[in-house]
């Protein structure tokens, strides 16, 4: 908010080469005329292309692109349903179960007594951010599917390696995103009405649940958005513990088969070896052209969605 | 300040560009890929040249970034098929021998003691197709059969579904994909029931696997030097270097040096078959 802010104090002014009758040319202003031409140039390019390439993909599979769960390149058949699904439920999953753990530890943490313990658990927190995502796949490989395959063994997962290996992985590495803009929201909001509550004799329990989490939830809410995106957007850590099997359907055997059984998301399939296979067959590459822009277009969708939902009340 | 920010990037330009000069990038099958690095490692010390080399996508990779001029040599561990030859009409592709090798099926050491000790073709064939899915029927425990299917474009399934299905028409069923032969191998030991394909240099070197022989017309035949040479076993296969433009010299050198005989102890290290029958 900070941020912007400061934007608003800004005016377009800089960009005027002609004014009050004369030039105003400056070395300063052409070169960020022309940076702010080419990162604009760049970020358009790019999305221009996508929409382009990917056009052809899109009339000649249509709705069925969306609709049916059958990607086979050999026979040029190109459904991505089991694809958008596997994206969407491991995401989903992961902030439903990152969500508790970050909304309390966050809590917990604004109501901790010991600002030494405090301050080193959030620069803790802070940290996993910081961690490649390909080691937490490795982690995931060697600590993450070995448990999960004996715990769960017996309700029918046969691998270890599945949506729902995937999905615990992603809300330990969304966890850090979540946890920070939740606890600076609560902060805030604690230092400000702290004392009337005290006064009015609330619980903490009382003051969370009556105050700070609805005041907050704009706050929770864009955290959330942040979240998905990252959720969505994780390739590497996801590629290695989701045991990619394409066109798999919670119809075949039920969603907790479908949950605990490997799977495919937009990110995996786009990550795999397909694109060197496509070299030269251009209905496939604009097929996995169309992943991709439909993998922008939904983190696009559900970040703005989510921050108007929050804007402007933190 | 601005100049010698600007030097300093016009020497990084320099150096990165005369780096790529001397350096050669390979790509391709992660089954030639540990000869290369092996290759590439003594040359750096000894000769100076640098050699990248990416298993990234396997042999389709190998072909592909030739295709596109990103690498210099591909790795492939299969034969180029008609269907690539079409794909890359206007690439001429020369292939280099540098090694054999075959494609073994593959089952964790407990599955094996359990019983299964073979396959044949069509019941290799049905299992693919998910008509067989469980160890029962195989003589082996009352457990399900997960076949983990190596990613498309990988020569490892190229080879492997030469064997099965000939020229025939392939069916489209997903499997669960595995990539490199090192993910390939340990899913194989970590997923009960879980069988692979997977070279057979990468099977042997690992107790914790074991090849499953092949019965064809009754006879087993098991992928070891004499089947492979002999082309009976039938997923053996060839391990290649394909360039697609005239050599340049630290081509050639590396070419020699795989040829040589230290090169191709190299290969007999990893336990692929050289080129030539050592008569010693």
Avoid at chain 1, 177 to 183: D, N
Avoid at chain 1, 256 to 278: H, R
Avoid at chain 2, 4 to 15: C, D, E, H, N, T
Avoid at chain 2, 237 to 261: C, H, T
């Amino acid at each position: 908010m900070a941020i912007s802010g400061f934007a608003k104090t800004q005016n377009s002014e800089i960009f005027y080469l002609f004014r009050d009758g004369r030039f105003k040319v400056s070395a300063t202003r052409l070169m960020s005329i022309a940076i702010v031409g080419f990162v604009t140039l760049i970020s358009l390019s790019a999305f221009i292309f996508l929409i382009w390439k990917s056009s052809d993909a899109l009339m000649r599979e249509g709705l069925s692109f969306f609709s049916t769960a059958n990607w086979h390149f050999r026979d040029h058949s190109y459904g991505a349903l089991a694809l958008f699904l596997g994206t969407v439920v491991t995401a989903v999953f992961s902030l439903l179960i990152c969500a508790p753990f970050s909304l309390f530890g966050a809590w917990a943490l604004q109501n901790l007594r010991s600002e030494k313990l405090r301050l080193s658990i959030e620069a803790l927190v802070t940290l996993m951010a910081s961690v490649p995502s390909v080691v937490y796949g490795l982690l995931g490989i060697l600590l993450l599917r070995p448990a999960l395959l004996q715990t769960f063994s017996f309700y029918g997962m046969e691998t270890g390696g599945g949506l729902l290996t995937a999905s615990i992985l992603l809300s330990i590495m969304i966890l850090p995103t979540l946890f920070s803009l939740q606890l600076e929201s609560f902060s805030k909001l604690s230092k400000k009405y702290q004392e009337q509550a005290l006064s009015l004799g609330l619980s903490r329990t009382k003051f969370f649940w009556s105050i700070v989490f609805p005041l907050g939830l704009p706050a929770i809410l864009s955290s959330f958005a942040l979240g998905f995106g990252r959720a969505a957007g994780e390739t590497v850590a996801v590629f290695l513990v989701i045991g990619r099997l394409d066109n798999k359907l919670p119809t075949e055997g039920g969603w907790i088969d479908y949950l605990l059984n490997a799977g495919q998301s937009i990110t995996t399939k786009l990550g795999g070896p397909e694109i060197f296979i496509s070299y030269q067959s251009p209905q496939h590459e604009s097929a996995l052209l169309l992943l991709a822009l439909c993998l922008v277009l939904m983190s696009i969708g559900t970040s703005s969605l989510l921050l108007t939902i929050s804007k402007g009340k933190v | 300040m601005f100049i010698r920010a600007l030097f300093s990037l016009g020497m990084g330009i320099l150096v990165l560009s005369s780096q790529a000069e001397a350096s050669i990038k390979i790509q391709g099958s992660s089954t030639v890929g540990p000869i290369v690095v092996k290759a590439a490692e003594i040359l750096k010390s000894n000769k100076d040249i640098d050699i990248v080399v990416d298993t990234f996508g396997g042999s389709a990779a190998g072909l592909s970034s030739l295709a596109s001029e990103t690498a210099q040599f591909g790795m492939i561990s299969k034969e180029i098929s008609e269907e690539d030859k079409k794909k890359y009409s206007n690439v001429h592709f020369t292939t280099h021998l540098i090694g054999s090798d075959a494609v073994a099926m593959v089952i964790s050491k407990k599955l094996y003691d359990q019983g299964v000790k073979s396959l044949s073709l069509s019941q290799l064939k049905e299992i693919y197709e998910k008509k067989i899915t469980n160890w029962k029927k195989l003589g082996g425990p009352d457990q399900k059969i997960i076949f983990l299917n190596k990613e498309p474009g990988r020569g490892t399934w190229e080879v492997f579904v030469k064997a099965v299905y000939g020229q025939g028409n392939v069916p489209s069923i997903s499997h669960l994909e595995v990539g490199s032969n090192e993910e390939a191998k340990s899913k194989v030991i970590n997923t009960p029931g879980g069988i692979t394909q997977l070279s057979v240099a990468w099977a042997q070197k690992d107790p914790r696997v074991k090849v499953l022989g092949l019965s064809i017309d009754g006879k087993l035949i098991l992928p070891d030097e004499h089947s492979i040479r002999s082309k009976k076993y039938p997923m053996a296969r060839n391990l290649y270097l394909v360039s697609s433009k005239p050599l340049n010299d630290g081509q050639k050198i590396l070419l020699d040096f795989l040829y040589s005989e230290a090169g191709q102890n190299i290969v007999e290290d990893y336990g692929y078959l050289r080129v030539r029958q050592n008569t010693k």
